[in-house]
C-alpha cells in the first residue's frame, strides 16, 4: 500500500475538554476508526474477520501530540501500513488540519484469537505491505 488511506472526521463538542480543545483520548477513538476504514477499503471488514475468530488488539501505541484540534474542525487522519509480520501489524498515523499536523502515532496491533492468543495475520492483511 503506497499512498496512505484518508479518513475525515469532524470534531464536536463531545471530543473536546473544558478549555475547548480536542481531549487527548479523542485522538485515539478518530485512529482506531480510521484503521477500521483503512481495512474495509481494501474489502477487509470486521464481521467477517470475527465470524473467522480473529480479531484485533494494539499492542502499542506512540503519540506525539503538537497542536491542538478545537470544536468544529474537519481533520484528516492518515494512515499507512508500515510492516506486517507474523501476528502483527505495524501502522503509521497522523491527524492533521490542513496543512498542519496535529499529532503523530505509531501502533502495533495484533491478530488475536477468540480467546486472546496471538495468531498468523490472514494473508489478505500481510499483502498491504509492499
Not at 480467546?115 to 509492499?130: F, Q
Request: overall charge positive.
Amino acid at each position: 500500500m503506497a499512498e496512505p488511506h484518508v479518513f475525515a472526521v469532524r470534531v464536536y463538542y463531545e471530543d473536546t475538554d473544558f478549555s475547548g480543545n480536542v481531549y487527548h483520548a479523542a485522538y485515539l477513538k478518530f485512529m482506531e476508526r480510521a484503521r477500521t476504514e483503512l481495512l474495509r477499503a481494501q474489502g477487509i471488514h470486521h464481521v467477517e474477520l470475527g465470524r473467522d475468530g480473529l480479531a484485533f488488539a494494539v499492542r502499542s501505541m506512540q503519540l506525539d501530540f503538537r497542536a491542538a484540534a478545537h470544536i468544529d474542525d474537519v481533520l484528516r487522519v492518515q494512515t499507512a501500513v508500515i510492516g506486517a509480520s507474523g501476528a502483527r501489524l505495524q501502522l503509521g498515523q497522523s491527524v492533521w488540519r490542513d496543512a498542519q499536523l496535529l499529532v503523530e502515532a505509531e501502533v502495533v496491533v495484533v491478530a488475536i484469537t477468540r480467546e486472546g492468543k496471538p495468531t498468523r495475520l490472514p494473508a489478505r492483511l500481510r499483502n498491504l505491505v509492499r
